[in-house]
């Protein structure tokens, strides 16, 4: 028990090294723009508090987004989505797959759940005992259910859903930004450099690197944030690009496409001038969400189970003879 405890806090603390090392550069290039670009290499006055003011506005927000990428905790089912005790004991006693099935519809016939497994079943976290809500998925990871979860990066050591994807966004966009400045700033003082006109050493190492660490993430990210962008474009996380959601009539990645302004609107809200802020403003809380189709304006997980009996979902698997008939999704 002891050394797997020691195991796990080995396994947190590693964790954190992409972290850090985002850190640690990020430090770096703020003393090698200001101090040895700036302060020791530009001569001209006016150009100086140019490339600073500038400089410090998208270092100020890309720390912001990047804390908030980090440090916003990721947001779990409420409680109603959670089995009671008396439920949780009466499924795990029950031995007939058909009375569980039964147990579940009770539980989610409450709920706002719309969509379901690729064999029909109820969507279950047998990990959290929790009737998982629509877009919600289990992090191995978190070692949780995450409301819309996109993905887990571990260059913030986070779970990126429903509370911190808007930063995420930003992050990616600032950082982008970031790097492009200092690239593109930098560029005249490194021909400079290389032909001969500026001979200080010392800062011809560190604009040299400036400009080769700047253009190696511009071009990491810029790929990075284009594809995020074409999935808030069209409404889905990158585990629903990979795996389309389940509805009542089948799988439909654009389940949850509602146009691309509405889209926007999903991620960032209403109120534009809070779109550039890492400032929490996404519509609803996560639990449910528009869809396209208007059929599906009601509940569908438990309208119509006589057609799930008539698609097979009441035959027990074969050669799983400990196997429930309930389809219970379990996601890493």
């Known amino acids: ?10 396994r947190r603390a590693l964790a954190w090294l992409p972290v850090l090392l985002i850190a640690l550069l990020l430090l770096w290039s703020y003393y090698g723009y200001v101090c040895e670009l700036c302060l020791v290499t530009v001569s001209n ?38 089995m009671s005790y008396a439920d949780q004991e009466r499924y795990e006693n029950e031995e007939r797959p058909e009375v569980q099935r039964q147990i579940l519809a009770e539980i989610a016939r409450k709920l706002p759940v719309y969509t379901r497994t690729g064999n029909g079943g109820i969507r279950f976290c047998d990990r959290c005992q929790l009737i998982k809500p629509d877009r919600c998925h289990h992090c191995s990871v978190c070692a949780m259910c995450v409301l819309k979860m996109d993905h887990h990066c571990p260059w913030v050591n986070n779970c990126i859903g429903f509370s911190n994807y808007k930063f995420f966004l930003l992050f ?49 990210l810029m790929f990075l944030f284009g594809y995020h962008c074409w999935l808030v474009s069209r409404n889905r996380s990158t585990l629903e690009a990979f795996s389309a959601p389940v ?60 057609q799930w009996e008539e698609d097979g979902i009441d035959e027990e698997p074969q050669g799983s003879g400990e196997a429930s008939a309930l389809v219970i999704e379990r996601e890493t």
């Not at 927000?61 to 409680?79: A, G, H, I």
């Not at 400079?192 to 071009?219: C, D, P, Q």
């Open 1 to 10: 028990m002891a050394l797997w405890r020691g195991l796990r806090c080995c």
């Open 172 to 220: 990616l966009a600032y950082s982008l930004l970031y790097c492009l400045y200092i690239a593109a700033t930098v560029f005249k003082y490194f021909i400079k450099y290389w032909t001969g006109e500026l001979t200080n050493g010392r800062s011809k190492f560190h604009i040299l690197f400036l400009l080769f660490v700047a253009i190696m993430f511009f071009v990491s």
């Open 247 to 306: 509805f009542q009539n089948g799988p439909d990645k654009n389940g949850f496409n509602l146009g691309f302004v509405k889209n926007l609107q999903q991620v960032f809200g209403e109120e534009k001038k809070l779109w550039l802020l890492p400032i929490a403003s996404s519509q609803g809380d996560g639990h449910f969400f528009p869809m396209r189709a208007s059929c599906e304006a009601r509940n569908p997980l438990l309208a119509n189970e006589e």
């Open 45 to 82: 006055p006016v150009e100086k508090v140019a490339y600073l003011i500038i400089f410090h506005i998208l270092f100020v927000l890309f720390v912001w987004t990047y804390w908030k990428s980090v440090f916003t905790l990721p947001v779990q089912p409420d409680k109603k989505f959670h």
